[in-house]
């Protein structure tokens, strides 16, 4: 599907690089959205409800956003199952990032929870349902009551589809705000003028070939995550870390990338996700002696510890030989003993998953499975209205004018080190509707649109004319898969100081042939090589700002573990990482400890 | 493994051409994306799409050997060679496996797919039992892969006036849902020769779907409420 909307026609001459002048069209929109997943169209909802004019690019169609295939739920206190408030999922997300989470930021999003799921639900989400007509509710990893108490019931779910529900459930409803969509195009470039204030994005209709700037009097990032720079990941193809790069290379900072989610159950040899529902609904790991060893590592929480702690311990038992089959490569999660009915009404999709992938009816067979890289608790710095902030004149947080980011690629910080399973839709949820509610008011204030920069397109121009004219390149295939590789062996889930040290070196390698790539195909019709090539050059954006950020932090904090130093270092490291690609350049700011109305959570020892 | 590719390239091409290739794969090459990446990197100009790579987008239907289906959940092994694959029948070619889904989408949007309850929202969620919920079950699950509405006789005669398997299998999402209150509506709108009533049983819909949903039956009792409301 196509929309054009009415919209102004404006045609900047841009100087090309080889002399040729190129006329670029020119777009004008009162906000731009790039990115259609949950985050992206929860946004685009509140714009569009208030009538403003807005565009939202995405790579795919809409419902092929990355989104759909969460599975577990969304967390919420709304008490339906077991008793709960928002305090305790408070305490629990805080703890679950290791402290590293903005506990102000926290504070709002758990606060909003019940409202938002509840919205959700007046959208026609198809929620599961209990006997007394409420949203259905199960366990998830790191939840408790009463601060730290028994294990709470706190994920609102749709079987084990939620995230498919509610990204069609926003879509529709964006289909009756009638929301403009352009779909099947990629943003290229982030277009900010001299005083640093962004004005909306380049981007390339990938069905076309052209490239246009397209204007926005605030433009909201909500391009997902970058996991697909690891061999073994969950994520999907487009997951690539695009918001990232655009941001990188006009000179945004980004926040705690070494911080990375392994998931505990991806199916092995594959990566697909077995969501930790299984475990919620009472699914268990076992070794290869049919040991339940998460009674060792966390002797409470058991199999619903943190995701990293139960990655890191499946990872452990792997290293001391204790993994399953002949390569004692991957353990099993065992669910067969919840019987046939539970598996089918409530673990369909994994039970379909289990059959397709790993050959294993789990109604008789346990799964393989292997930690997979899942999350980016890192990415573009924002405060909780999903402004964009960094460090320029006064102080560490300064807004960038006109620029909002949310879902994945922000980084509000909620999650902190590690994330908790089902506070990812929630997170897109709360933050897409706090920053289209913040564009709505800044909208009102900036009247105007600011003048493009003659430049404008410059820079993503030259890219794509570089692609296209490059000689005797390098393999856009080869070079991905040297950069899976690296990362993979040198940036996992425990990782050493010399792995590390090198690690930084081999990417920078990568990154040095990912300039030089070429490209066979030279139409310019739907042309998948020049998306894939333009990809691979974000990829590198987020691999760089990883390993340097990894290489740094000389402590173990949430899902980041070094081996030379298993601890975690308060004194030294209760701050954000600011990765700045210019010079590769480090800068650190503060953990907002300080939360919004209640009494702060000190940092303290953290154990399941 | 031979395979046997649909290659069109308005940029460059007159007309389609079937482009045969002869490939290696790896262990780890089970499904038939797993080869099509695999191909891709030897030419890198066969388009396709794809995203999540298990089924759940919905992005790389297209039809192998005759049957339409998703290339990422059919495993390669037990695909009788060459593997023939064609873009997805019925709907205009962009290039490649890619179809234009222009028309398909448009059929999903007229039926309003969105919930229409006009009372002011309670302040927490609105009840449905369980037994209601179960109603929905065998049409949220819908990934609009378009598999079944280009399947379909009806749809490929009549796109633009007959809604199609996928369409009306949202239309029918909505009527169950006993939370939405355009019912009327909803059956005047499809109360007509064509959008409802191309529909002949064919049941091709049904055969291919790579979600296991049942479009025929979600059509018939749309039928079945039309006709309840005429008693």
Redo the contacts between chains.
């Keep these: ?2 929309s054009y909307g009415i919209y102004e026609l404006n045609y900047a001459i841009c100087e090309f690089k080889h002399e040729i002048s190129v006329a670029i069209v020119r777009r004008k929109f009162d906000a731009v959205i790039v990115g259609a997943g949950g985050a992206g169209m929860r946004a685009a909802l509140q714009l569009s409800e208030a009538g403003l004019k807005v565009a939202v690019l995405s790579k ?2 809409p ?4 989104t ?2 969460a599975q577990g739920g969304i967390a919420a206190a ?1 008490g339906n199952v077991t008793e709960d408030n928002w305090h305790w999922h408070m305490y629990d997300t805080v703890k679950g990032s290791d402290y590293l989470g903005d506990q102000d930021a926290i504070e709002f999003m758990c606060r909003q929870a ?1 409202e938002v ?3 959700l ?4 989400m ?10 259905y509710q199960r366990p998830f990893g790191g939840q408790s009551q009463n601060f730290g108490g028994a294990q709470a019931t706190r994920s609102c779910a ?1 079987a084990d ?1 939620t995230g ?2 509610m990204l ?1 459930t926003l879509y ?2 964006n ?2 705000a009638n929301t403009q969509f352009f779909v099947e195009w990629m943003a290229l470039d982030l277009i900010r003028d001299e005083e640093g204030d962004v004005c909306g994005v380049t981007a390339l209709d990938i ?1 076309t070939g052209e490239v246009m700037a397209l204007q926005a009097r605030a433009t909201l990032f909500a391009t997902g995550g970058g996991a697909r720079i690891f061999s073994a990941s969950t994520n ?3 997951n690539t870390g695009d918001g990232l790069a655009m941001s990188a290379r006009a000179g945004v900072p980004l926040e705690d990338m070494e911080f990375w989610q392994f998931h505990p159950t991806g199916v092995y ?2 990566g ?2 077995i969501s930790e529902a299984v475990r919620g609904e009472g699914g268990y790991l076992l070794n290869k002696d049919g040991e339940r060893f998460m009674e060792r590592y966390a002797p409470n929480a058991k199999d619903l510890a943190s995701r990293d702690v139960v990655s890191r311990a499946l990872t452990t038992e792997l290293k001391e030989g204790r993994g399953c089959g002949r390569d004692a490569d991957y353990l099993l999660l065992k669910l067969d003993h919840l019987g046939a009915d539970v598996i089918k009404t409530r673990l369909p ?1 994994i039970r ?2 289990a059959i ?2 790993a050959h294993a009816d789990p109604i008789h067979d346990p799964i393989p499975v292997v930690p997979t890289a899942h999350y980016m608790m890192g990415g573009i710095p924002t405060n909780f209205y999903g402004q964009v902030v960094a460090p320029y004149k006064t102080g560490p947080e300064e807004v960038v004018q006109g620029f909002y980011a949310v879902g994945e690629c922000a980084c509000v910080s909620v999650h902190g080190g590690n994330r908790l399973g089902t506070n990812s839709l929630l997170d897109i949820l709360v933050f897409g509707r706090a920053a289209g509610n913040r564009m709505i008011e800044d909208l009102k204030k900036n009247r105007h649109h600011k003048h493009l920069p003659a430049d404008a397109s410059d820079k993503a121009l030259a890219r794509l004319s570089r692609l296209n004219d490059q000689k005797d390149g390098e ?4 070079v991905g898969d040297l950069l899976r590789k690296t990362m993979q062996t040198h940036c996992g889930v425990f990782r050493f100081p010399d792995m590390l040290k090198q690690g930084v070196e081999k990417i920078g390698e990568v990154a040095e042939r990912a300039m030089r790539t070429e ?3 030279k ?7 020049r998306v ?1 090539a333009l990809e691979l050059e974000n990829l590198v954006e987020v691999a760089v700002a990883t390993m340097v950020s990894a290489e740094a932090r000389t402590e173990s904090r949430g899902a980041h573990a070094r081996d030379d130093f298993p601890n975690r270092d308060d004194d030294r490291w209760l701050k954000h990482t600011l990765y700045f690609r210019e010079g590769q350049r480090l800068d650190y700011k503060p953990v907002r400890l300080k939360p919004l109305t209640v009494e702060s959570f000190p940092p303290k020892a953290r154990t399941y | 493994m031979r395979f046997s590719i649909y290659r069109f ?4 091409d007159e007309k389609p051409y079937m482009q045969d290739y002869d490939i290696a794969l790896e262990p ?1 090459d ?1 499904m038939l994306l797993d080869a099509l990446v695999r191909i ?2 030897v ?3 066969l ?13 790389d239907g297209m039809n192998i050997n005759g049957r339409n289906g998703l290339a990422c ?1 059919t495993p390669v092994a037990g695909l009788k060679e060459p593997v023939e694959l064609r873009p997805l029948p019925g709907l205009p070619v ?3 496996l ?1 179809v234009d ?2 028309q398909f ?2 059929q999903y ?1 007229s039926v ?4 229409i ?1 006009n009372d002011p ?1 309670p ?8 037994e ?2 179960a109603q ?1 079950d065998g049409l ?2 819908c ?2 892969c378009a598999c079944c509405s280009t399947a379909c006789p009806s749809f490929w005669w009549n796109p633009d006036k007959f809604v199609g398997p996928a369409g009306l299998l949202q239309a029918y999402r ?1 009527l169950a ?1 006993s ?2 209150q355009a019912t009327a509506e909803r059956l005047d709108y499809l109360e007509d020769p064509y959008r409802l009533f191309r529909c002949h049983s064919i049941m091709n819909c049904v055969d291919v779907c790579p979600k296991d949903l049942n479009p025929t039956r979600a059509i018939g009792r749309i039928k079945d409420m039309m006709v309840k409301r005429t008693v």
Excluded: W
């Excluded at chain 1, 419902?63 to 990355?66: G, K, L, V």
């Excluded at chain 2, 390239?9 to 460059?12: A, C, G, T, V």
């Excluded at chain 2, 309003?112 to 919930?115: E, W």
């Excluded at chain 2, 302040?123 to 369980?130: A, I, K, N, V, Y």
């Design positions: 599907m196509k795919v169609f419902t092929r956003s990355h759909v295939a709304l019940s799921v509840y919205e639900e007046h959208y026609g198809p929620f599961d349902r209990l006997e007394n007509g409420k949203i749709a589809r498919h529900a069609h529709q409803r289909v009756q069905e999907a193809f487009i040899g594959v697909v996700l999709g379909e998953i397709k992938f393999s856009v295939a080869q490209i066979k195909d139409s310019r019709v739907f042309n998948t090589a894939e | 390239d308005p940029d460059k780890a089970r891709k990197t030419d890198d100009s388009s396709l799409r794809r995203s999540c790579r298990e089924g759940v987008c919905g992005s959940v962009i290039r490649d890619i889904m222009t989408f448009k949007h309003k797919p969105y919930l309850n929202p302040e927490t969620e609105r009840l449905q039992s369980p209601e919920r929905l949220y699950e990934i609009l909505f849902d939370r939405d």
